[in-house]
């Protein structure tokens, strides 16, 4: 085996072994805080800074190649454990060769995608892997079914939140954390969510992170999921 074959292969076994460390950190945050900032707009990430002792971490939807290593690296300054939207972020390629390049020089906590073979690939460097589902119809709850099947990421993630009794019918086929977002306008969207068995929220509204305080029960995430 050459010097470099050697070297990467070790490089890629190190991550692997830090992500249950990283991934059980995360955990202990959600159970901590039980709400996400989903950032669409970059002049909501100072915002999202201001409130990250309310957050368990944050789901960045928003800027291109070019900015986004400011701002992962802004985010880890301040401790919170940042998540990249991949389908929403400009100029990234999500085959093996993008998603090498953003675990070892953006360095997020993590990746959200809908794409299973994504979660794969990203699970291999090393990523925190939250995949992105759209309830809709019947059919739906059959196609997570499906997908769960075939890989599983790190945690699930339900679109739209105002429909809140799904997420006990997700959770009867998998011990997967749900985290569910969308549509959420007020408070009392979000703890219907939680009442019905989600560990925690993602909201892109400032005042419900400001508001996250009134979702806390003090149960444990692992017993949640």
């Keep these: 085996m050459s010097h470099r ?3 990467r292969a070790e490089r890629a076994m190190s991550e692997r072994m830090k992500q249950p460390a990283m991934l059980n950190a995360f955990y202990d945050r959600l159970a901590a805080n039980r709400m996400i900032a989903s950032i669409k707009e970059p002049k909501h990430i100072e915002v999202a800074l201001r409130h990250r002792q309310l957050l368990s971490g944050v789901f960045l939807l928003t800027g291109h190649i070019g900015v986004l290593k400011g701002y992962v690296d802004l985010f880890n300054e ?3 454990p940042v998540f990249l939207h991949l389908e929403k972020i400009g100029g990234l390629s999500t085959d093996y060769h993008g998603l090498d390049y953003l675990a070892k020089t953006i360095k997020p906590a993590g990746i959200i995608t809908t794409k299973t073979s994504v979660v794969r690939t ?7 892997t939250i995949q992105r589902f759209f309830l809709v119809d019947s059919e739906g709850l059959d196609n997570i079914a499906k997908s769960l099947s075939q890989t599983e ?7 739209p939140a105002r429909i809140p009794e799904m997420i006990g ?5 998998t011990d997967l954390p749900i985290i569910t977002g969308g549509l959420l306008y007020e408070t009392a969207h979000a703890q219907q969510c939680l009442s019905h068995g989600a ?4 909201a892109s509204k400032p005042e419900l992170w400001s508001a996250v305080h009134k979702l806390r029960d003090g149960r444990n995430v692992r017993q949640m999921a």
Excluded: C, Y
């Design 169 to 173: 019918h997700v959770k009867s086929f």
């Design 199 to 202: 560990t925690a929220i993602s």
């Design 78 to 80: 301040h401790g919170l």
């Design 122 to 128: 990203a699970k291999k460097m090393g990523l925190i």
């Design 5 to 7: 074959v050697r070297a």
């Design 153 to 159: 990421p790190d945690i699930v993630e339900l679109m």
